[in-house]
């Protein structure tokens, strides 16, 4: 059986070229020149590859608003009263609207603000979380004192997003699952921790995915801010390689079973190398199918439970209408402890209204038990990559990391794989809150807890309150579920 990462399609990439010259040489008379641009987006503009968020002035907020949309600009939000229009713009589009008319100057947005950060984390109330509550270690909420699982296409362990303050790696163990086709035999094998192991054909989907669970607190080079759900919890990344069969993931679970309590070996400490109280699973195969209680992986994940770890899957991307279930099998297990995410689409807005994402695979309407568990942010999201990458040159918006050479060391992409490592993160810190909750106290903390977004399939009653075929419980709050696990 053939398995592949959960990604939803991705988009062409914006580019343009276009050269700018910064405020004083056009006077406001002139109409026929272009509307200056401020110093500091004239500074921008010589490096800018993706998208940059500007204030566009206008004689009105209408002018400002037509040319925005004459610009096809992706409008962010406005100052009225002043009659700016906030947008997230490409070089080119911001040569456009600079020429449109009542456009009277274009000004960068690019400091630490709200528009220009990842939003996914104000969505879930994770940084909220973080921010605010404590664990029952005392230290701030960030999964701090648990390492999550990834299995998946391996990790670049040096990438910025995993530096820790003293210059380690948040990645506290590199594995890779070795399979031979011809005997079908696959073994873990540790790697040294600084072997890039996911720079395979799809690579670059790995590295994504530990970044959302995991990335440390990160301010690019433009401004923005980004920090994965977990930014203390370490990594502990199982590489399957590119083309991942079942029987790899597989060996990789086992793996877990065998060694989460100490994963760097018998002799490191759990101060620098916590116990894995969670694995993050975002493949499966294509379309869904029957959830089968006899395979290795539902033995595996039910084994782990017992052992007190969880075990988070995808839903998967093959949308559906509850016609037919298309959820990934394996999240089906009725089994307490063990999630299937769907993706929720915040609309780049960090609120909490708003969508199920097309793509998010649905269960059968009339079969409960093959509905997605919960929504976690899938849609747009914002993590690290390597451009010479397969998955992430298909990315939306290359964003440079802090150093001078992390040039399109981040980017924006989309799947259920992007909203399972949401849900494995929060786990984590759930479990920094609760040390000794059980896989299903967790499950049920955040079914309880979860925010009831109103877009898609009607809620209808289950076990733990009202559910959905594709939003599951809700979308996940992780103030309201730690408050839950009591
Ligand atoms: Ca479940």
Same mark, same amino acid.
Request: hydrophobic share 40%; proline share 5%.
């Given at each position: 059986m053939r398995i592949k990462p959960l990604l939803a399609a991705t988009a062409s990439i914006l580019a343009a070229s276009a050269t700018f010259t910064s405020g004083g040489t056009a006077s406001a008379a002139d109409q026929s020149a272009p509307a200056n641009v401020s110093t500091f987006l004239a500074g921008q503009l010589g490096s800018l590859t993706g998208k940059t968020s500007v204030m566009v002035h206008g004689t009105s907020i209408t002018a400002a608003r037509q040319a925005v949309t004459a610009a096809g600009m992706a409008k962010k939000g406005e100052f009225s009263a002043i009659g700016v229009v906030i947008a997230n713009a490409t070089k080119a589009q911001i040569q456009a609207v600079r020429s449109a008319p009542g456009v009277t100057y274009v000004e960068g947005g690019a400091q630490p603000i709200e528009f220009f950060q990842e939003t996914s984390n104000t969505a879930t109330r994770g940084a909220e979380a973080a921010a605010t509550l404590t664990g029952a270690d005392g230290a701030k909420l960030t999964g701090k004192g648990v390492s999550v699982a990834v299995i998946d296409s391996g990790v670049d362990p040096t990438h910025p997003y995993f530096k820790e303050a003293d210059g380690s790696s948040a990645v506290v163990a590199n594995l890779e699952a070795l399979c031979e086709p011809l005997t079908e035999t696959c073994s873990v094998q540790r790697l040294p921790a600084f072997v890039d192991t996911d720079t395979l054909s799809v690579g670059g989907h790995g590295?994504?995915?530990?970044?959302?669970?995991?990335?440390? @607190? !990160?301010?690019?080079?433009?401004?923005?801010t980004l920090q994965g759900a977990a930014p203390g919890a370490k990594l502990v990344s199982i590489s399957t390689g590119a083309g991942i069969v079942i029987l790899g993931a597989d060996s990789a679970l086992n793996w877990v079973l065998e060694n989460h309590a100490a994963p760097c070996g018998a002799g490191v400490p759990a101060s620098t190398c916590p116990p894995i109280k969670v694995t993050n699973n975002?493949?499966? @195969? !294509?379309?869904?199918?029957e959830f089968d209680p006899e395979s290795a992986t539902v033995k595996l994940q039910r084994a782990l439970a017992t052992e007190g770890v969880v075990t988070v899957w995808a839903a998967g991307n093959d949308g559906g209408d509850g016609s037919t279930s298309l959820t990934n099998p394996p999240g089906q297990d009725p089994t307490g402890g063990i999630l299937s995410v769907a993706s929720y689409y915040d609309q780049d807005t960090g609120t909490r209204a708003g969508v199920v994402s097309e793509y998010s695979s649905r269960g059968l309407g009339s079969d409960a038990s093959t509905w997605p568990d919960i929504s976690a942010p899938g849609e747009n999201i914002t993590s690290s990559c390597r451009l010479y990458l397969a998955i992430c040159s298909t990315g939306l918006d290359f964003r440079n990391g802090p150093g001078a050479l992390d040039i399109g060391t981040f980017n924006t992409i989309s799947g259920t794989s992007m909203a399972a490592p949401h849900i494995a993160g929060i786990v984590a810190q759930l479990f920094q809150a609760r040390p000794s909750a059980t896989p299903a106290d967790i499950e049920r903390a955040l079914k309880v807890s979860a925010h009831k977004y109103t877009d898609g399939a009607a809620y209808t009653a289950g076990p733990l309150g009202t559910t959905s075929y594709d939003k599951g419980y809700g979308l996940v709050d992780v103030v309201a579920a730690v408050a839950a696990l009591g």
């Amino acid at each position: 059986m053939r398995i592949k990462p959960l990604l939803a399609a991705t988009a062409s990439i914006l580019a343009a070229s276009a050269t700018f010259t910064s405020g004083g040489t056009a006077s406001a008379a002139d109409q026929s020149a272009p509307a200056n641009v401020s110093t500091f987006l004239a500074g921008q503009l010589g490096s800018l590859t993706g998208k940059t968020s500007v204030m566009v002035h206008g004689t009105s907020i209408t002018a400002a608003r037509q040319a925005v949309t004459a610009a096809g600009m992706a409008k962010k939000g406005e100052f009225s009263a002043i009659g700016v229009v906030i947008a997230n713009a490409t070089k080119a589009q911001i040569q456009a609207v600079r020429s449109a008319p009542g456009v009277t100057y274009v000004e960068g947005g690019a400091q630490p603000i709200e528009f220009f950060q990842e939003t996914s984390n104000t969505a879930t109330r994770g940084a909220e979380a973080a921010a605010t509550l404590t664990g029952a270690d005392g230290a701030k909420l960030t999964g701090k004192g648990v390492s999550v699982a990834v299995i998946d296409s391996g990790v670049d362990p040096t990438h910025p997003y995993f530096k820790e303050a003293d210059g380690s790696s948040a990645v506290v163990a590199n594995l890779e699952a070795l399979c031979e086709p011809l005997t079908e035999t696959c073994s873990v094998q540790r790697l040294p921790a600084f072997v890039d192991t996911d720079t395979l054909s799809v690579g670059g989907h790995g590295t994504h995915v530990s970044g959302i669970v995991a990335g440390r @607190p !990160t301010t690019l080079t433009d401004g923005g801010t980004l920090q994965g759900a977990a930014p203390g919890a370490k990594l502990v990344s199982i590489s399957t390689g590119a083309g991942i069969v079942i029987l790899g993931a597989d060996s990789a679970l086992n793996w877990v079973l065998e060694n989460h309590a100490a994963p760097c070996g018998a002799g490191v400490p759990a101060s620098t190398c916590p116990p894995i109280k969670v694995t993050n699973n975002s493949y499966g @195969p !294509t379309g869904g199918g029957e959830f089968d209680p006899e395979s290795a992986t539902v033995k595996l994940q039910r084994a782990l439970a017992t052992e007190g770890v969880v075990t988070v899957w995808a839903a998967g991307n093959d949308g559906g209408d509850g016609s037919t279930s298309l959820t990934n099998p394996p999240g089906q297990d009725p089994t307490g402890g063990i999630l299937s995410v769907a993706s929720y689409y915040d609309q780049d807005t960090g609120t909490r209204a708003g969508v199920v994402s097309e793509y998010s695979s649905r269960g059968l309407g009339s079969d409960a038990s093959t509905w997605p568990d919960i929504s976690a942010p899938g849609e747009n999201i914002t993590s690290s990559c390597r451009l010479y990458l397969a998955i992430c040159s298909t990315g939306l918006d290359f964003r440079n990391g802090p150093g001078a050479l992390d040039i399109g060391t981040f980017n924006t992409i989309s799947g259920t794989s992007m909203a399972a490592p949401h849900i494995a993160g929060i786990v984590a810190q759930l479990f920094q809150a609760r040390p000794s909750a059980t896989p299903a106290d967790i499950e049920r903390a955040l079914k309880v807890s979860a925010h009831k977004y109103t877009d898609g399939a009607a809620y209808t009653a289950g076990p733990l309150g009202t559910t959905s075929y594709d939003k599951g419980y809700g979308l996940v709050d992780v103030v309201a579920a730690v408050a839950a696990l009591g």
